[in-house]
C-alpha cells in the first residue's frame, strides 16, 4: 500500500510502467489502491447480496434485543474468531472460515448497521 501524506496524496506513487499492476485514472492521479479497493467494495457487495438472499431481513430486524444488538452479537462473535484464528495460526490453518472471510463478514455487518441507523433495512 502507498504511502500517505495529511492531504491524502501517496507520497510513493505506483510505478504506472510496472504492468503487474492494474492501473486506473482518478481525476489527475493513477493508482492501484483506488482499483483494489473497487474490487474490494464489489465482493463485499456480491457477498452481501447474496447472503441478503439466502437469510433475508429477518434474520437482523427480529434479532433478540433489536437490531443493532444483534449486529454487535455477531461483530463480537467474529472479532472473537480473528482473534482465535490469529493466536493460533502458527499451530494450525484454520478448516471452516479465514481470517478473509470473517474481515468480509465484519464489513457487511458494518454496513448492516449503518442501513439499519438510517431506517433503510427490510423489516
Known sequence: M???????NARFPYNQEDDREQV???????????????????ELLDLLLSKHKDYGPKNISDAPGGAINGLRVRMHDKLARIN???????DMAPEHESFEDSFKDMANYAIIGLLVLRGKWDR
Open 2 to 8: 502507498a504511502d500517505y501524506n495529511p492531504l491524502g
Open 84 to 90: 482465535n484464528l490469529y493466536d493460533s495460526i502458527r
Open 24 to 42: 486506473i485514472n482518478i481525476g489527475n492521479r493513477s493508482t492501484s489502491f483506488e482499483y483494489e479497493v473497487g474490487q474490494t467494495f464489489q
